[in-house]
């Protein structure tokens, strides 16, 4: 049995022993901490008692390290990375970064920066933003691959001192390889940006929804799809209450484009043509399958059918029957085309119905595609992003939608289109 002074001196050289283990440890993976100090939950180093002459130069010579983190080395074409600059200030004055330089290679676009900065021509302005020593500031910028190649990201910070001297830093460079993915079996939607994130486009027979508000970005969308089908010679039917925006495709391509017009105020001219067939409105369901099914019949001529549907009449059938009858009208209409080899894109404008109703036609498509606004700046931009694309590969990237650029890139097509087989 120990007295209790045995015991005192036991406990004693216990915890005399884990302060030594623990010293240890602490010297063995963070060195000598005399001159660091705790900042927040960062370890900086103290400045050391140096001489006027040393503190002069580190004024007119500051020591700045510069480094590069990118997320990942290796994209597809149209995916976005994160690229991030690091500015360790390890001198005893502060300095103000003023500008970075060639952070944008040839090949990319900005999608994103942090701090409110502003990207002007080649370099984004830092505004000056200070950097006191012996810490740290991150940059962070996201850019999207416009080009496939291997590319170099080599930028350059300059940054003014206290004595006013402008220096610079050129980075170490990091290469990207960006890669184009075309998956087999896809349909192109005719818009390049939008086959990028699809890995090539839409995939054969899927039901997919575009969801809106409407707006040009939103119309010229729709029309690439439908126009570049019947250029490609596919089979190209379109549901819709509006005939305006399609009826020169109606008379471009009369042997393979078909519209069926829910409304009864459509111009004669137009509803004469061989092409197009016409139902009262969207309030009798079973009149628009009756007339979809008679125009169907007329294409079984065709033994090997491809096409695809754009069904632009969604909210218009939602607000009339709500959401039981639309999804039963649906329900039915979707595998009708899809076993006739269409692939299907519908059209909703989400902003015209309750989320419950919205959610119980969404459940039935197996992709989506969602065109939104946000502000960017100052300024609403729109975007575009896949929300979802059943058991398939697609980049999660958020895409800016530009009205000139819909309106200007050439249709994306196959090598080779094929001449209509009816």
């Given at each position: 049995?120990?007295?209790?002074?045995?015991?005192?001196?036991?406990?004693?050289?216990?915890?005399?022993?884990?302060?030594?283990?623990?010293?240890?440890?602490?010297?063995?993976?963070?060195?000598?901490?005399?001159?660091a100090?705790?900042?927040?939950?960062?370890?900086?180093?103290?400045?050391?008692?140096?001489?006027?002459?040393?503190?002069?130069?580190?004024?007119?010579?500051?020591?700045?390290?510069?480094?590069?983190?990118?997320?990942?080395?290796?994209?597809?074409?149209?995916e976005?990375?994160?690229?991030?600059?690091?500015?360790?200030?390890?001198?005893?004055?502060?300095?103000?970064?003023?500008?970075?330089?060639?952070?944008?290679?040839?090949?990319?676009?900005?999608a994103?920066?942090?701090?409110?900065?502003?990207?002007?021509?080649?370099?984004?302005?830092?505004h000056?933003?200070?950097?006191?020593?012996?810490?740290t500031?991150?940059?962070?910028?996201?850019?999207?691959?416009?080009?496939?190649?291997?590319?170099l990201?080599?930028?350059?910070?300059?940054?003014?001192t206290?004595?006013?001297?402008?220096?610079?830093?050129?980075?170490?460079?990091?290469?990207?390889?960006?890669?184009?993915?075309?998956?087999?079996?896809?349909?192109q939607?005719?818009?390049?940006?939008?086959?990028?994130?699809?890995?090539?486009?839409?995939?054969?027979?899927?039901?997919?929804?575009l969801?809106?508000?409407?707006?040009?970005?939103?119309?010229?969308l729709?029309?690439?799809?439908?126009?570049s089908?019947?250029?490609?010679?596919?089979?190209?039917?379109?549901?819709?209450?509006?005939?305006?925006s399609?009826?020169?495709?109606?008379?471009?391509f009369?042997?393979?484009?078909?519209?069926?017009?829910?409304?009864?105020?459509?111009d004669e001219?137009?509803?004469?043509?061989?092409?197009?067939?016409?139902?009262?409105?969207?309030?009798?369901?079973?009149?628009?399958?009756?007339?979809?099914?008679?125009?169907?019949?007329?294409?079984?001529?065709?033994?090997?059918?491809?096409?695809?549907?754009?069904?632009?009449?969604?909210?218009?059938?939602?607000?009339?029957?709500?959401?039981?009858?639309t999804?039963?009208?649906?329900?039915?209409?979707?595998?009708?085309?899809?076993?006739?080899?269409?692939?299907?894109?519908?059209?909703?404008?989400?902003?015209?119905?309750?989320?419950?109703?919205?959610h119980?036609?969404?459940?039935?498509?197996?992709?989506?595609?969602?065109?939104?606004?946000?502000?960017?700046?100052?300024?609403?931009?729109?975007?575009?992003?896949?929300?979802?694309?059943?058991?398939?590969?697609?980049?999660?990237?958020?895409?800016?939608?530009?009205?000139?650029?819909?309106?200007?890139?050439?249709?994306?097509l196959?090598?080779?289109?094929?001449?209509?087989?009816?």
């Amino acid at each position: 049995m120990k007295t209790p002074k045995e015991k005192s001196a036991r406990a004693y050289n216990l915890g005399r022993e884990f302060t030594i283990a623990v010293e240890k440890l602490v010297m063995e993976k963070l060195g000598n901490l005399e001159d660091a100090f705790l900042l927040g939950n960062k370890l900086y180093k103290k400045p050391t008692k140096e001489p006027i002459k040393t503190r002069l130069q580190s004024i007119i010579l500051p020591n700045i390290e510069t480094k590069i983190a990118l997320e990942k080395s290796d994209l597809e074409l149209g995916e976005t990375v994160r690229l991030g600059v690091e500015l360790q200030n390890n001198s005893q004055a502060a300095v103000w970064a003023t500008r970075i330089e060639d952070l944008v290679p040839a090949g990319f676009e900005l999608a994103a920066r942090s701090g409110g900065y502003r990207y002007v021509n080649t370099y984004l302005d830092m505004h000056g933003m200070k950097i006191d020593s012996y810490i740290t500031e991150n940059i962070e910028v996201t850019l999207r691959s416009t080009r496939k190649g291997t590319f170099l990201i080599a930028p350059k910070v300059f940054y003014k001192t206290e004595a006013g001297v402008q220096m610079s830093s050129k980075l170490k460079p990091v290469s990207i390889t960006v890669s184009k993915t075309i998956l087999p079996d896809r349909v192109q939607t005719g818009f390049e940006d939008l086959d990028n994130l699809l890995l090539g486009g839409i995939p054969k027979n899927y039901a997919v929804i575009l969801t809106s508000t409407s707006c040009d970005e939103r119309d010229l969308l729709i029309k690439r799809y439908m126009e570049s089908g019947a250029a490609e010679g596919d089979v190209t039917l379109c549901l819709t209450a509006d005939s305006s925006s399609i009826r020169n495709l109606a008379e471009e391509f009369p042997r393979n484009f078909y519209v069926l017009v829910c409304n009864p105020q459509v111009d004669e001219a137009f509803a004469s043509l061989p092409n197009v067939f016409k139902v009262a409105g969207v309030e009798n369901l079973t009149e628009i399958n009756i007339a979809l099914e008679s125009l169907l019949r007329s294409l079984d001529k065709s033994k090997a059918l491809q096409g695809r549907a754009c069904v632009e009449i969604v909210s218009d059938v939602l607000l009339q029957h709500h959401a039981v009858q639309t999804r039963k009208w649906l329900s039915g209409l979707i595998p009708l085309l899809r076993s006739r080899g269409f692939t299907m894109l519908a059209v909703m404008n989400p902003h015209m119905h309750s989320s419950e109703e919205l959610h119980a036609v969404l459940d039935l498509f197996e992709g989506e595609i969602n065109v939104y606004e946000k502000k960017v700046e100052a300024d609403l931009t729109k975007f575009m992003r896949i929300r979802k694309m059943y058991n398939e590969r697609y980049l999660e990237s958020e895409l800016p939608l530009k009205k000139t650029r819909l309106m200007t890139t050439p249709l994306t097509l196959s090598c080779c289109a094929r001449t209509p087989n009816l």
